[in-house]
């Protein structure tokens, strides 16, 4: 049984560029696994996976011409069904036996097996292993059918009649097994061993390949084309550093425009092109946007960072005369550019004030009213935040930004780039001459975008930013439109985020259930509104107790602090070190258990039981001990708690590990004495708070 290395390539007209790579990645993935899954390869074949703007194509190493056959066992029917008294078979196993294609010969060979109820016939037999022929043509068949397409179009085949449907019209298919041509058929076409290269480059018409091992050599000498999507990737991003050294400067960096200009070329040749100096004078987030959405150029910036009048095209055609191909795009970005500049000059012709009262006519949300009514909510929290942090300027100047922060919605910038938003608010609001704190909260209300975003640069900012994000959630929220599974249309996972991020980081203080109770007074006069505030509380410590693990954080420490809810999140990692340092000491096994057990014990008790104790009825020298060990110790614990010295807190439980052994070692909680057995809850009630008041300890327990 031969093995050699397969190739499969399908050349197709240009696919769509911002998909190209995760379909030549799962076109290859699907094809090795077909194949696997046939035999005809083993599980440690090596798969390289090919995509360029023309082909997809897929080279999987040491694939069998035919796979090997399978024993199969086929359960059949009990022996007391199958044969007869004398031992022959009944027409019932003959029928079984003529459906698996044996006969009557086959009875002799039958294995029996007693499966704890009765003796079964079995059919034992082989399998005939699968043709690469007929493996392949159902990989290929099942590759395509799987391929994470964003559009499917039809298109009719060369016949005239037949039509197929494709993400583009398919013109050719190569499978060779080591040299030979493996007979396939898709999408109308049939297989073979030529492609075509470059459209206008290649050194051939027609590239052919002799075996499946040239194949990235032959199209790249032959067809001028760098088939490899990670290659050609790497390729251009050495020209493009070459390209802005010899410039000057440095291209801005963007995985996902790099993605998308790989996708559009097979063979890339950077070029150096500019623009009018007069054009500098827009703000450089306009044109950056402008050069890389619109013409998919490459920005150049000087070395603080500042954007310069030139930047980088990656051209696929590689003229001994460039100067065209450069003039011609530096013909095609002035308009761009030109327009930007339009926007911005006729922009701050009105004030940002002067837009506000526009929002009354632009529709937020068909239950919570329009943007303007939103701008009075988000302008009412974050009066309410900053009156809670110290009022005053703070105040003042977190209600100006608030309500002049979605005026920008409004300019003809941001209508024709909307991921401006909040960006030219600022530049607007400077032009405006409004206080910079004021001009940057414009901004920064939209930050933390996204994990890992940077967090608003000033006090003003966060407020800002804190009652834009809560003014989504409480709505939301009250409207019934809560996250489920996958779909969060609202992004509403990701505001919370930026909520905790800027209140724990920030080390706000600003307790979470006032802050929604603030957050939840605006909407007292909306129609349908229902306060939702448990509910949101819930989502937002789940957030925070993913956000902590993902840090690191045990799931033990995340839930031992969590399940307290503790109201200043800024506490938080001081919490969390606490309780990795009190797991480390030798009795925090024994305590985390009897806390454990303590609340066990007080959940199963009909009435909520008071934390007091009666010292008459301090009985067993056991509880008279854990009681002035709780004497001695609670004060000491909740000192060190009121100075935010958690950790402090947490070990000075450490002296308790010996009495409370020796209480539930030596006295009855469920004593028969009402009284008595009144008291000793009162006394595990006041241990209970005690241990509880940083973390959950219980939870530590394995």
């Not at 056991?622 to 100075?643: G, K, N, S």
Request: glycine share 6%; with cysteine; charged share 25%.
């Amino acid at each position: 049984m031969s093995s050699k290395n397969l190739l499969v390539e399908l050349f197709v007209e240009e696919l769509p560029p911002k998909a190209l790579k995760k379909l030549g990645e799962a076109f290859a993935a699907a094809l090795a696994t077909s194949l696997k899954n046939a035999g005809l390869a083993p599980a440690t074949t090596a798969v390289t996976a090919y995509a360029s703007p023309r082909r997809l194509a897929a080279h999987i190493t040491d694939v069998a011409a035919v796979a090997a056959d399978k024993p199969v066992v086929q359960k059949l029917m009990p022996v007391a069904v199958g044969l007869d008294a004398a031992g022959n078979a009944t027409p019932a196993l003959l029928k079984k036996l003529a459906a698996l294609g044996a006969d009557a010969s086959a009875v002799a060979g039958l294995r029996r097996e007693n499966d704890g109820k009765a003796d079964i016939l079995f059919y034992d037999s082989l399998a005939k292993g699968a043709t690469l022929a007929e493996g392949l043509q159902k990989a290929v068949e099942a590759a395509l059918a799987a391929l994470p397409i964003p559009k499917v179009m039809s298109y009719q085949l060369q016949d005239g009649w037949s039509s197929v449907n494709f993400v583009r019209p398919a013109h050719g298919l190569v499978a060779l097994h080591g040299a030979d041509v493996v007979p396939v058929a898709v999408l109308g076409l049939n297989s073979g061993r030529e492609t075509h290269g470059h459209r206008f480059e290649a050194a051939v018409d027609l590239v052919v390949f002799a075996n499946a091992d040239e194949y990235a050599a032959k199209l790249a000498t032959d067809g001028a084309v760098i088939a490899s999507f990670a290659e050609r990737r790497a390729e251009i991003a050495r020209q493009l550093e070459a390209a802005a050294a010899k410039a000057g400067g440095k291209p801005i960096d963007d995985d996902a425009l790099l993605d998308e200009v790989t996708a559009l070329v097979e063979r890339p040749n950077v070029l150096i092109g500019q623009f009018e100096e007069e054009f500098l004078a827009v703000p450089q987030e306009c044109l950056i946007l402008t050069m890389k959405a619109n013409q998919k150029y490459f920005p150049l910036l000087d070395a603080a960072g500042k954007l310069t009048n030139k930047f980088l095209v990656v051209s696929n055609i590689s003229p001994e005369d460039a100067s065209a191909v450069i003039g011609g795009n530096e013909r095609v970005v002035r308009p761009r550019l030109a327009d930007a500049k339009f926007f911005f000059d006729q922009d701050r012709k009105k004030s940002l004030e002067s837009r506000v009262a526009g929002l009354a006519k632009v529709v937020y949300h068909n239950k919570l009213g329009t943007q303007g009514e939103r701008v009075a909510r988000v302008a009412a929290i974050a009066r309410a935040i900053a009156d809670h942090l110290g009022g005053g300027a703070l105040s003042q100047h977190a209600e100006q930004a608030a309500v002049l922060a979605k005026a920008d919605l409004l300019t003809d910038m941001v209508g024709e780039f909307p991921e401006l938003q909040g960006i030219m608010g600022r530049y607007y609001a400077q032009h405006d001459g409004l206080n910079a704190d004021v001009a940057d909260a414009i901004e920064d209300h939209y930050k933390p975008r996204f994990a890992g975003d940077t967090l608003p640069r000033s006090l003003v900012g966060t407020v800002v930013a804190l009652a834009d994000k809560l003014e989504t959630l409480v709505g939301m929220f009250g409207i019934g439109q809560i996250p489920t599974g996958d779909r969060d249309p609202f992004a509403l996972r990701r505001h919370a985020l930026g909520v905790i991020r800027m209140l724990a980081e920030g080390d706000l203080a600003l307790p979470l259930a006032q802050l929604l109770q603030a957050a939840a007074a605006p909407f007292a006069t909306v129609d349908g509104f229902k306060p939702a505030e448990t509910a949101l509380a819930d989502f937002i410590y789940d957030r925070l107790a993913g956000s902590l693990r993902e840090q690191g954080y045990t799931a033990q420490e995340v839930d031992a602090v969590v399940s307290q809810r503790p109201q200043r999140l800024g506490d938080i990692p001081k919490r969390l070190a606490a309780v990795r340092a009190f797991s480390a000491l030798p009795e925090a096994a024994a305590l985390a258990a009897a806390n454990k057990r303590v609340g066990n014990i007080l959940k199963k008790v009909e009435n909520a039981v008071e934390a007091t104790v009666d010292n008459a009825l301090l009985k067993e020298a056991a509880e008279v001990a854990l009681h002035d060990a709780l004497v001695d110790v609670v004060p000491q614990a909740d000192a060190a708690f009121d100075t935010g010295d958690y950790a402090e807190s947490l070990q000075a439980l450490a002296a308790l590990r010996a009495p409370v052994d020796s209480f539930f070692d030596d006295v009855m909680v469920n004593a028969e004495d009402p009284a008595l057995r009144a008291n000793r809850l009162g006394l595990l009630a006041k241990l209970h708070a005690a241990m509880n008041k940083v973390a959950d300890i219980s939870k530590l327990s394995a």
